[in-house]
């Protein structure tokens, strides 16, 4: 009996240690090497793996960055402070890095916007999409409300007010999901110091347009025409404004004669 016991100690202990011995050799074998410039440059960033850098999340951005593949400024939540830091890691400069935040190209109210019929379905605008006329608002171009840019946006940075999604620029990261996620592609990343924006996105002709929201642009082209720094233009029967040659002089708002180029995101 005891002989018995003394035998199977013995080969558990063999087995054990043979296993062990496997384990090191495979661990050496097979180990891969960190770039000490990946985790330092992970410990920087906010964690929040948003994807705004356009990476699954932030372990996979710091192998990027690491390796030459991304910027040191590519995290939008970090801002300018963490691309700093990264850059002194990496020995490079950050550059100028310009704050931006999302903003909802859309003024369409609920006392400004008709509706061709009254909805009682799944309250998420990806499935509206797929409704008739693409929601119940009469503009198919506008904001449907029902928001799931609310949902996804990570930061609490926007909310459906009267009707529409507005951004709170101060807590908005720039990440770029609720771009990702709006079906009606009506929220845009623009500069933070921004000083006009055009609060439409509809394509109609004015007399269209018009019929269905008080608060659409009806492609006039009087802000075209007036601004000194040839800065806005109008395709499609909507303005779109150059922030690059943008000075602010707010000629633009001041000639639109529906009013909806307007000052900052709130």
């Known amino acids: 009996m005891l002989t018995g016991i003394l035998l199977a100690a013995a080969i558990v202990g063999g087995t054990g240690l043979l296993l062990g011995l496997f384990l090191g050799f495979a661990g050496k074998k097979f180990n891969v090497e960190v770039d000490e410039r990946e985790l330092m440059i992970r410990d ?37 402070p963490v691309a700093a830091k990264i850059g002194e890691i990496m020995g490079k400069a950050a550059g100028d890095s310009k704050r931006m935040t999302a903003f909802v ?4 109210t609920c006392e400004k916007v008709s509706n061709d ?3 009682s379905g799944a309250q998420d605008c990806e499935m509206l999409a797929f409704v008739p006329g693409g929601g119940p608002k009469s503009c198919n171009h506008g904001c449907l409300g029902f928001g799931t840019c609310v949902k996804v946006c ?18 908005c990261k720039a990440c770029g999901k609720c771009i990702a996620h709006c079906p009606k592609h009506l929220i845009e990343m623009v500069p933070y110091e921004a000083k006009h924006l055009v609060k439409c996105s509809s394509r ?32 499609d029967n909507v303005a779109h404004i ?11 708002a001041e000639k639109c004669p529906v009013k909806i180029i307007t000052g900052k995101p709130a």
């Open 242 to 252: 150059d922030y690059e040659k943008c000075t602010g002089c707010g000629i633009c």
């Open 117 to 119: 019929y009254d909805y």
């Open 204 to 235: 109609d002709k004015g007399k269209i347009t018009m019929q269905s929201c008080k608060a659409g642009c009806i492609g006039c082209k009087k802000c075209e025409k007036e601004c000194p720094a040839g800065a806005i233009s109008v395709t």
């Open 44 to 80: 920087e960033l906010p964690g929040n793996n948003c994807g705004g850098c356009g990476y699954a999340g932030c372990d996979a951005l710091a192998k990027a960055i690491a390796l030459g593949e991304a910027e040191v400024g590519a995290c939008p939540v970090g801002g300018a």
């Open 154 to 171: 990570p930061f609490d940075a926007i909310h459906i007010i009267d009707g529409i999604a507005v951004v709170d620029k101060e807590s």
């Open 105 to 108: 190209k859309c003024a369409g």
